[in-house]
């Protein structure tokens, strides 16, 4: 069985977690996590997102928080952009990397945009468009791709259908998100592999919520395929609010010290990074979800 030698880490906490918050989180808060979360090597973050405040008013300051952001050459944010006025604040922020959703499932495409799967695709051509135009890198998420709310399981073919389409359009990566966190190992194997049919393998990463505990075992699965990517939200903030007891997404640190175990590189310092998970939980009122940041805590365990 071989493994990956090095995995990319992909923070989404800021964003996807952040976006979750019953109440937005103060700008500062917000800046003092990327920071935090860049010291501790992360190099890829989500930092916000350009989607109308009246939809998501947790993300309304996000050009601001970028603002503020500390120029590091080897860290790149990227920024969730929903249109064409989404990709221009993206431009004017100075980002250099954009992303793009869509749904596996037409229920809850509806729900969650206002469209079929195919308008949501036909409304990205000219946002994709005016990104190459601008020399941005196009990220595309997929949602429901392990199962729906509203309608159970989703076929994988019917998952690979959109990340054929999302990266034949230009997205450079595809995310696939299992955003109720139904999945487990098997079944997120099976959807790796159908999609790896369409779309090549070190274009896919993976998006796991973590609702019934299968998140690592799922990641675990695709990583034994050659998947090289995987998002993570520091102390596992994060939900779906259009899906109704999500639960957030794979905790960072549980993602590293499982990895960092298995001997794959990630770059990420771990005690540093659950610092960082314990400060934004603490100025959210609660304690991390990360098993692993609550273990540290308790009795950090001698360096393997």
Not at 195 to 218: E, K, M, R, S
Request: aromatic share 4%; charged share 20%; hydrophobic share 45%.
């Amino acid at each position: 069985m071989s493994y990956p030698a090095r995995v990319q880490v992909i923070e989404v906490g800021p964003r996807d977690g952040l976006q979750n918050e019953p109440a937005p989180v103060p700008i500062a808060a917000r800046v003092a996590l990327i920071e935090a979360l860049a010291e501790a090597g992360l190099t890829r973050i989500e930092a916000g997102s350009f989607v109308s405040p009246r939809w998501v008013p947790q993300m309304a300051d996000t050009a601001e928080v970028l603002a503020r952001l500390r120029p590091r050459p080897e860290v790149g944010y990227s920024v969730l952009v929903p249109n064409l006025q989404g990709l221009e604040r993206a431009l004017a922020s100075g980002v250099r990397e954009v992303a793009v959703f869509a749904a596996a499932s037409e229920s809850f495409s509806r729900r969650n945009v206002n469209g079929s799967i195919a308008e949501t695709l036909d409304r990205f051509a000219p946002v994709l468009e005016a990104a190459r135009a601008n020399d941005l890198r196009v990220r595309g998420y997929v949602s429901c791709v392990l199962g729906c709310p509203y309608e159970g399981d989703v076929a994988p073919a019917a998952v690979a259908r959109v990340a054929a389409s999302l990266h034949a359009m230009g997205c450079h990566e595809i995310a696939l998100g299992d955003t109720i966190g139904t999945g487990t190992p098997r079944a997120a194997r099976r959807l790796v592999e159908r999609v790896a049919a369409d779309v090549p393998l070190q274009a896919i990463a993976l998006h796991f919520h973590d609702t019934y505990g299968q998140a690592l075992a799922n990641i675990l699965a695709c990583l034994e395929l050659g998947v090289s990517a995987v998002d993570a939200a520091v102390a596992g903030l994060g939900g779906c609010p259009y899906a109704p007891g999500a639960a957030g997404n794979v905790a960072t640190e549980d993602v590293v010290y499982m990895l960092r175990g298995m001997g794959i590189a990630t770059g990420i310092d771990l005690d540093a990074l659950a610092a960082a998970g314990r400060s934004i939980a603490s100025q959210l009122g609660r304690e991390p979800a990360s098993k692993v940041a609550r273990a540290l805590a308790a009795a950090p365990p001698p360096t393997p």
